[in-house]
Nanobody, 117 residues
Framework: QVRLVESGGGLVQAGGSLRLSCAVS????????IGWYRQAPGKPRELIASISSGGSTNYEASAKGRFTISRDNAKNTVYLQMNSLKPEDTAVYYC???????????WGQGTLVTVSS
């Protein structure tokens, strides 16, 4: 059974940085594609960054140039480094294994990021 535990969120001022962590159990991150999603209030959940089993990364326009997805195979953890945060980045952030853009596993609790102006 796959378990996803997100952490690292918090309250930050605009322009600040946060690093989110996604600890995965039940599956090996190095042989799975992993994505970071976010869900802002009143909006659908959206995929914003992904890392393939081969290490290739992809970013949505909203994340490109500011966010970096990476993984630590030894810790079976995927990270999302977020820089130059904006108030519109305020959302609950989730990770999941993905196939294309489709999430494969039950969602974790997410981690809340709040960016103040």
């Amino acid at each position: 059974q796959v378990r996803l535990v997100e952490s690292g969120g918090g309250l930050v001022q605009a322009g600040g940085s946060l690093r989110l962590s996604c600890a995965v159990s039940g599956k090996i991150v190095s042989i799975n594609d992993i994505g970071w999603y976010r869900q802002a209030p009143g909006k659908p959940r959206e995929l914003i960054a992904s890392i393939s089993s081969g290490g290739s990364t992809n970013y949505e326009a909203s994340a490109k140039g500011r966010f970096t997805i990476s993984r630590d195979n030894a810790k079976n953890t995927v990270y999302l480094q977020m820089n130059s945060l904006k108030p519109e980045d305020t959302a609950v952030y989730y990770c999941n294994r993905i196939l294309g853009r489709i999430a494969l596993d039950a969602w974790g609790q997410g981690t809340l990021v709040t960016v103040s102006s």
